[in-house]
């Protein structure tokens, strides 16, 4: 069965003044119908920007400069502004960090929510309305048909994000991409609405795209995490495995710096330096002035994705494990 969502080999650049700023380099994965992919990595490691090349919403003057995106093996990187459109919505869902900004103030919630309905299914005003409130009862959200016809100031947070996410849900999208959907929320209402997404994504089988910074999400959500290092895939593979296995050096410092509370420490772990500027990206591994086992090969050339037992990884380590055990075997 062929994947949903491919990226393929993405590359996302901004022209500035300075010359041509590469912020996504090479970034391909896949995404099956009915899966969560959680990706994951510091501020500034390309996690949005790939969640917003995909859904069309790049801010100029960025742009898709190399690669491919196909959803249901259709390329959609190259279409024009209005049929991106149609597509968004329709077959690609989309949750922000801040209800706030998806949410117009002047309007209601119910009017929000049969605008989107009516613009991609051919249904009428009366039918729109009861498929909204449907959608408000789905997402948890008590007494809809009354709170339907409230503004989003007269939500809480955990209540606009789960209107927000009803929203997303309005067309029946086969794609969602959720970028840090539980940030601004506390914890309890992180977990609701975490399984909010579990449960839309079985009884729907949509396929969801989890953009995050938190591991814990990571690890109670999704199938399969993508970790990212500088615009650049660094490991990917089943979640349990990079989690408690990881063959990247940069994703076992992000696994090291989760708190364990059965372990009683004065410090966290925590990985030494920052994530490198777009027009100071090194040469050779961008890890490499962080990373403590890195070596004259990981300072010269770019290591790509290869097999790390259950996972992929870009390491020059692995290489090095893979020459070593040769050199034993032949001695």
Request: aromatic share 4%; charged share 20%.
């Amino acid at each position: 069965m062929s994947p949903l969502l491919e990226v393929k080999n993405l590359i996302v650049e901004f022209p500035s003044r300075h010359g041509t700023l590469r912020a996504l380099d090479g970034v391909s994965f896949d995404l099956a119908a009915g899966e969560i992919l959680g990706v994951v990595g510091e501020s500034g490691a390309g996690k949005s920007l790939t969640g917003a090349a995909i859904i069309g919403l790049l801010e100029p003057p960025g742009r898709v400069a190399g690669g491919e995106i196909l959803l249901q093996g259709k390329r959609i990187d190259h279409l024009a502004h209005e049929q991106m459109r149609h597509i968004r919505g329709k077959q690609i869902g989309a949750i922000f960090q801040d209800p706030l900004t998806s949410l117009n103030p002047l309007y209601t919630i119910g009017q929000q929510l049969t605008e989107t309905i009516l613009a991609h299914l051919p249904l009428s005003k009366a039918e729109a309305r009861q498929r909204a409130i449907a959608l408000l009862q789905d997402t948890g959200i008590p007494a809809a048909e009354q709170r339907i016809d409230q503004y989003p100031h007269q939500f809480s947070g955990g209540m606009r994000q789960r209107v927000v996410i009803a929203l997303a849900l309005a067309a029946e999208p086969m794609l969602v991409v959720a970028d840090e959907p539980t940030t601004a929320l506390d914890v309890s209402i992180q977990a609701q609405i975490i399984g909010l997404l579990k449960e839309i994504c079985k009884k729907r089988g949509a396929a969801v795209m989890l953009i995050t910074h938190d591991m814990g999400v990571i690890a109670e959500t999704c199938d399969r995490v993508a970790v990212m290092y500088a615009g650049r895939i660094v490991e990917i593979g089943p979640v349990h495995e990079v989690i408690n296995h990881p063959a990247h050096p940069y994703s076992a410092g992000l696994m090291a710096a989760i708190p364990d509370i059965s372990v009683d420490v004065e410090r966290l772990h925590q990985i030494e330096g920052s994530m490198p500027r777009l027009n100071a990206i090194p040469k050779g591994c961008a890890f490499n002035p962080r990373c403590s086992q890195a070596f004259d090969r990981c300072r010269e050339e770019r290591p790509k994705l290869e097999s790390a037992g259950a996972t992929q990884a870009a390491c020059w380590l692995l290489s090095n494990q893979v020459e070593t055990q040769k050199h034993e075997v032949t001695q």
